[in-house]
C-alpha cells in the first residue's frame, strides 16, 4: 500500500494562493492515479483534481477548473495541487489519493490510499 501525507494547508484571503503536497512513499510503483479530494464537515467529499502517473492527463471539478494545477514531480514521488484565485466556498479539508487499478478518477471509491488531509480555509 502507498502512504500518503499532506501538507501546505492554512489560512489565506479569498483572492490568494496556496500549494499542497502530498508526499507518497512505501509500494508507490503500484499506484497508477493520484487524486485530490476535499470534505467539509457534514458533507460528502468530493473530487477536485486527478493526475494519471503514465502520462499527462488531468482532470479537475468544475468549480476549480481555471483556478486549480495539479502537477506532480514523479523522481520525488510528490503530487502538488497549486490553488489560486481562492474562495471562502474552497474551505475544506483537502485529501490526496492513490489508485492502484484505473477507474473513474472522480470517484472517490476509486482510490485505495489516503493522506490524514490538510485543512484549508479561506476567509473572505
Known amino acids: 500500500q502507498v502512504q500518503l501525507v499532506e501538507s501546505g494547508g492554512g489560512l489565506v484571503q479569498a483572492g490568494g494562493s496556496l500549494r499542497l503536497s502530498c508526499a507518497a512513499s512505501?509500494?508507490?510503483?503500484?499506484?497508477?492515479?493520484v487524486g485530490w479530494f476535499r470534505q467539509v464537515t457534514g458533507k460528502e467529499r468530493e473530487f477536485v483534481a486527478a493526475?494519471?502517473?503514465?502520462?499527462?492527463?488531468?482532470y479537475y471539478a468544475g468549480p476549480v477548473k481555471g483556478r486549480f494545477t495539479i502537477s506532480r514531480d514523479n523522481a520525488k514521488n510528490t503530487v502538488y495541487l497549486q490553488m489560486d484565485s481562492l474562495k471562502p466556498e474552497d474551505t475544506a479539508v483537502y485529501y490526496c489519493?492513490?489508485?492502484?487499478?484505473?477507474?473513474?478518477?472522480?470517484?472517490?471509491?476509486?482510490?485505495?490510499?489516503w493522506g490524514q488531509g490538510t485543512q484549508v480555509t479561506v476567509s473572505s
Open positions: 512505501g509500494r508507490t510503483f503500484s499506484s497508477v492515479a
Open positions: 489519493a492513490a489508485a492502484e487499478t484505473y477507474g473513474i478518477v472522480t470517484v472517490a471509491t476509486t482510490y485505495d490510499s
Open positions: 493526475s494519471l502517473w503514465s502520462s499527462t492527463g488531468t
